[in-house]
């Protein structure tokens, strides 16, 4: 079974240290949101040995915020953000209104999101350091591939493990951000696939009870909390 693999090598531990990681990444990101916000721009950071990359714009058609981020590996040098060939690198991606920073009563929403984004990812870091296999990008998803894609360990393990970081920082139950990120990849999929509602309900519910899985070996403590 590969969650008892998985978790049985010490090696792939630090649950902890990637909480705490992710937690002053998305610090050293707000931080910079604050100063610079008013305008477009990107900015590159280098830490525990991992690029992080953030590119931010602003979207006057856009309600509030957005925060969608990617692990990658570059194939290239990439000398604008100090990324050698085959170093791997996190981008974070954020998008504001561009009334979003006379709203302070909306800044901790966006700071708990990139926290929570940043985590994901330096999710699928840990597991490409333990070279775990890896699927298809987000971007080639099908209606053929979109079982698969959300089924695969590597996405099972970041968005189970997402869904528990955020129900630990906003101290709710963790069955409630299990369906707010199932309902996420609900609406996203109906955006992309041509699948029925009934269909893709069938597979939510698969990937639902894969993650319960996991985190039942991962975080057993979530259900008592």
């Given at each position: ?17 990637i ?71 996190i ?36 597991q ?52 707010k990120?199932?309902g ?42």
């Open positions: 079974m590969w969650l008892k693999r998985s978790f049985e090598s010490k090696k792939y531990g630090g649950y902890n240290q909480d705490a990681l992710a937690n002053s990444i998305g610090r050293t990101i707000f931080d910079l949101l604050k100063r610079k916000g008013t305008s477009p721009f990107y900015e590159s950071f280098r830490v525990n040995n991992l690029n992080i990359v953030l590119v931010y714009d602003i979207d006057a058609t856009q309600s509030d915020f957005t925060v969608p981020g990617a692990f990658r590996v570059s194939s290239i040098d990439v000398s604008e953000v100090g990324i050698k060939s085959h170093e791997p690198y981008v974070i991606n954020v998008t504001c209104n561009k009334d979003f920073w006379s709203l302070q009563n909306r800044w901790e929403d966006l700071n708990f999101e990139i926290k929570n984004t940043v985590r994901h990812e330096l999710e699928h870091s840990n490409y350091k333990h070279k775990m296999d890896f699927g298809k990008n987000i971007s080639s998803i099908t209606n053929e591939n979109f079982k698969d894609y959300y089924l695969s360990e590597h996405e099972i393990a970041s968005w189970a493990s997402a869904a528990y970081f955020s129900a630990t920082k906003k101290r709710v139950p963790i069955e409630q951000e299990i369906e990120k199932l996420e990849i609900f609406l996203y999929a109906k955006k992309r696939v041509s699948l029925s509602e009934s269909a893709l309900w069938q597979i939510i519910q698969q990937i639902r009870d894969k993650w319960i899985e996991y985190i039942y070996y991962r975080y057993p403590e979530a259900w008592t909390k």
